[in-house]
């Protein structure tokens, strides 16, 4: 079936992968937008496994002050090449990821980052509101686990939802810039500063 280049561009805008990969897409899901997307998603899932294992040693360290002046960020992505570093899609990326942190405020990094014992005291905290709302003891680990995966969500920034695109994860994010840029990509660390915070 014959794509036009308005649904292309529109794809493309959506997803950042390249006009030829979205085009393909778009013919493979014969046309269905939605499916499409889920497409690019899964090729930029496999490129980055791919990838996983190259070094990436270059890159940017990036600051970011939310307007107003309370709230800070510092953020380090990893690339493979200099190259790269300096294109303005990467560029942008930073920016973004840190805009991210800035407004969602993530503790980690991603959940393997999560403390033990960080994660046995939500458990608990979770089986005991159960218990309190009298939940059966057989569906408790259900329970749990479900929301344990919530929080996950929400303080973990590579599960995070994007804040500019909530149907996207950061993971997803970075997988898709992958794919388009063709090296590793890596968050190695931040860290956010709020006005008038405590270090408790």
């Not at 030829?20 to 493979?28: F, R, Y």
């Not at 270059?58 to 790269?84: M, Q, R, W």
């Not at 090296?183 to 709020?194: A, G, L, S, W």
Request: charged content about 35%; some cysteine.
């Amino acid at each position: 079936m014959e794509i036009d280049a308005k649904t292309v561009k529109e794809l493309r805008e959506r997803t950042l992968a390249p006009i030829m990969d979205c085009k393909k897409a778009l013919e493979e899901a014969q046309g269905n937008f939605d499916k499409a997307i889920d497409l690019l998603r899964e090729k930029g899932l496999k490129t980055s496994q791919k990838k996983a294992t190259r070094s990436a040693k270059d890159g940017l360290v990036s600051a970011y002050i939310h307007p107003g002046g309370k709230i800070g960020v510092l953020v380090e992505v990893n690339c493979e090449t200099d190259f790269v570093a300096r294109t303005e899609d990467f560029k942008q990326l930073v920016k973004n990821l840190s805009m991210q942190i800035a407004a969602s405020n993530p503790f980690y990094l991603s959940r393997e980052d999560v403390p033990l014992a960080v994660l046995e005291k939500e458990k608990e905290i979770y089986r005991n509101q159960a218990l309190r709302e009298g939940k059966p003891e057989k569906i408790l680990d259900k329970i749990i686990g479900g929301k344990i995966e919530k929080f996950f969500s929400e303080v973990c920034l590579m599960e995070q939802s994007y804040v500019r695109e909530p149907e996207v994860t950061i993971k997803e994010l970075l997988d898709s810039h992958i794919g388009k840029l063709g090296e590793n990509i890596i968050i190695r660390r931040f860290c956010r500063y709020q006005l008038g915070e405590t270090t408790e």
